[in-house]
């Protein structure tokens, strides 16, 4: 895993020993003298992780850590601390400015080898959502980095897993303060419980007396449901080793026993914090691929997304030797009701016709709205005939019920003419059998519209 560390300190000595540790790891080390040095470097996005001391003049590594994470722009890269400060509250003070992690000088290589790779490749994973959401932020949609600086990661909905009563009842009635916790003794049970219920984080005891515990946190990893979970272990002082085995199959964080209330609360709540950013970057790329395959009057796909995939379903239908039919949807006199009511109320008719489509379809079905007030159905494995039928039922149904329009009640009639193509053979093409549906269309309309016509 290749990447670039930031390592802050203003000791030189202290700096070329982390740099000899991490480049023998085949990291790209670069190296900052003073705090506004290093927001400096963060701003111009030139590192991965940072490394940075506490003990600075100018401006200590709290205050750089703050600002870090204050800014929408550098909230999202990890922070380690290293220094000689050993006492609890002086890790809380650390996990409250935002750090990630609080390592203790002298620092054991292992360890921070263990928990630099563990972060960057929890980072690296988050920069490709990152990059998509700045691009949706251009089109106008909600911005997730700058809520990210918001979010206080209280309120979280927690699972923790521990089989000892005298373990998990301090730790829950610790975290109850600010959180709703849910405690499980069951290590299986307490997978199905991850994967049916929106948690925030799971808390494993690595001390699990019937069941091997990273072996459930592998298998949270491996699910799709839980993948993106975040894990915290619990562990004894001489379970080093078993701890370093956990960052590396992809626990988030830990805590070594005995466990310290504040340090509890600031790490649960710096894991909350980043699980809710992450689904919002997640929630930002699914409505921005929404966005660009969605027409967003009426629901449907648009007519991009269909000329995408039209060309594999004829594919797939032709490998499969099953038939299937396009059809091509035009809504008659449609400027007539907009000349008359308005385009409100022509804009009311295209989107109660995109229900309407929605409802008489199977789920299999592609229906796209393919411009102005014509729309494309495309089913797979039907024929012709069984097309006409539904098509057929789709257009009595639009002529019978009127469409209501505005906000008084009002409805207006409205019908439908609608062409039909089945797949011809392997020559067919998403053109060609477009043009026949849209010749079919064009003959129903010369027919007197209201009608529903298969190409010949």
Do not use: W
């Not at 991490?22 to 790209?28: G, K, P, S, V």
């Not at 940075?52 to 999202?76: I, N, Q, S, W, Y």
């Not at 405690?183 to 419980?193: G, K, L, R, W």
């Amino acid at each position: 895993m290749t990447a670039r560390i930031l390592v802050v300190d203003d000791v030189p000595a202290n700096v070329k020993l982390l740099e000899a540790r991490l480049m023998a790891e085949y990291f790209e080390v670069i190296t900052a003298m003073s705090g506004p040095e290093a927001l400096a470097i963060c701003r111009s996005a030139q590192c991965d992780l940072v490394l940075l001391d506490v003990m600075m003049p100018e401006m200590d590594g709290f205050e750089v850590c703050r600002r870090l994470k204050a800014d929408p722009a550098t909230h999202h890269i990890p922070v380690i601390m290293v220094t000689a400060l050993d006492q609890p509250q002086d890790r809380v003070k650390g996990l409250e400015a935002g750090a990630d992690d609080f390592l203790t000088k002298p620092v054991s290589e292992i360890a921070l080898i263990a928990r630099v790779r563990s972060l960057v490749r929890l980072k690296l994973a988050c920069d490709e959502l990152r990059m998509r959401a700045l691009t949706s932020r251009e089109i106008g949609l909600q911005d997730p980095l700058a809520q990210a600086t918001a979010e206080t990661g209280r309120n979280g909905r927690i699972l923790l897993v521990d089989d000892r009563p005298s373990s998990f009842e301090r730790i829950a009635a610790a975290l109850t303060v600010e959180h709703a916790v849910d405690v499980e003794t069951d290590p299986q049970e307490a997978i199905f419980h991850a994967a049916e219920n929106p948690y925030d984080l799971m808390m494993v005891s690595l001390g699990l007396e019937r069941f091997d515990a990273l072996r459930l946190c592998g298998q949270v990893r491996s699910l799709e449901r839980t993948r993106h979970l975040p894990i915290l272990l619990i562990a004894e002082p001489e379970e080093e080793a078993r701890l370093l085995r956990g960052l590396e199959i992809g626990v988030n964080d830990y805590l070594v026993r005995p466990i310290d209330r504040n340090e509890l609360l600031a790490r649960v709540r710096t894991q909350v914090r980043k699980k809710r950013y992450n689904d919002r970057l997640r929630d930002n790329v699914q409505l921005s691929i929404e966005m660009a395959v969605t027409d967003s009057l009426t629901g449907l796909h648009n007519r991009r997304y269909m000329e995408l995939h039209l060309g594999a379903l004829i594919e797939q239908a032709l490998a499969r030797g099953k038939p299937l039919s396009v059809l091509v949807l035009d809504i008659d006199y449609f400027k007539a009701i907009n000349d008359t009511y308005g385009h409100d109320a022509g804009d009311d008719v295209l989107r109660e016709f995109g229900t309407r489509v929605r409802k008489s379809i199977r789920g299999i079905d592609l229906a796209c709205r393919y411009g102005g007030e014509e729309f494309v159905i495309v089913m797979p494995e039907t024929d012709v005939g069984i097309a006409s039928m539904v098509a057929e039922r789709l257009r009595r149904r639009v002529a019978t019920d009127p469409f209501p329009i505005g906000s008084r009640g009002e409805t207006v009639d409205v019908t439908i003419s609608v062409g039909i193509a089945g797949l011809a053979g392997p020559e067919d093409t998403p053109a060609s059998i477009l043009k026949r549906a849209d010749q079919a269309l064009y003959r129903a309309k010369r027919d007197g519209r209201n009608r529903v016509a298969a190409a010949a």
